[in-house]
């Protein structure tokens, strides 16, 4: 029997190498990154990017050293509310297409936030891509120019 395995494992690892698009050459672009500034103890922001992929992609997580926890989130009307949830499937990014997280839409929710942030800082958050390397960026805390947020504390 055990001569039988290796040519399988042969054949598994040769079909491997033929998958149609390297990741290496996934790259996505981020600009205009920034989150909401929190004052008052709130402890729960939303941040806002522009990102544009190379490739057809998703932005499967977000991660943020100074959150408890980061989620990338949708608004959606239920009920004639305005409610937000994890887009648990990620949010897809069309290859060369710029896809904007901004108030009152898609954005990134960083909760449990372990201190204020405050106008003029700088927010580490790692994004987490289907096909991309993650990449850390440092999202400017500003409020945002657009503002069209419900859940924005005015
Ligand atoms: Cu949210």
């Given at each position: 029997?055990?001569?039988?395995?290796?040519?399988?494992?042969v054949?598994?690892l040769?079909?491997?190498?033929?998958?149609?698009?390297?990741?290496?050459?996934?790259?996505?672009?981020?600009?205009?990154?920034?989150?909401?500034?929190?004052?008052?103890?709130?402890?729960?922001t939303?941040?806002?990017?522009?990102?544009?992929?190379?490739?057809?992609?998703?932005?499967?997580?977000?991660?943020?050293?100074?959150?408890?926890?980061?989620?990338?989130?949708?608004?959606?009307?239920?009920?004639?509310?305005?409610?937000?949830?994890?887009?648990?499937?990620?949010?897809?990014?069309?290859?060369?297409?710029?896809?904007s997280?901004?108030?009152?839409?898609?954005?990134?929710?960083?909760?449990?936030?372990?201190?204020?942030?405050?106008?003029?800082?700088q927010?580490?958050?790692?994004?987490?891509?289907?096909?991309?390397?993650?990449?850390?960026?440092?999202?400017?805390?500003?409020?945002?120019?657009?503002?069209?947020?419900?859940?924005?504390?005015?």
């Amino acid at each position: 029997m055990k001569h039988l395995i290796l040519p399988t494992l042969v054949l598994a690892l040769a079909g491997c190498g033929q998958a149609p698009e390297p990741d290496a050459q996934a790259t996505v672009s981020i600009t205009d990154a920034t989150c909401r500034p929190t004052p008052n103890g709130l402890d729960v922001t939303g941040c806002y990017v522009t990102l544009t992929a190379s490739h057809d992609d998703r932005l499967v997580s977000i991660s943020a050293p100074q959150a408890g926890m980061a989620q990338v989130h949708e608004m959606k009307i239920e009920d004639n509310v305005m409610k937000m949830a994890e887009l648990k499937d990620g949010l897809a990014l069309p290859a060369g297409e710029a896809v904007s997280l901004s108030p009152g839409g898609n954005h990134m929710m960083l909760m449990g936030l372990k201190q204020p942030l405050v106008a003029g800082e700088q927010v580490s958050i790692t994004l987490n891509f289907e096909h991309a390397q993650p990449m850390g960026i440092r999202a400017l805390v500003a409020q945002p120019a657009v503002d069209g947020d419900h859940a924005s504390p005015h």
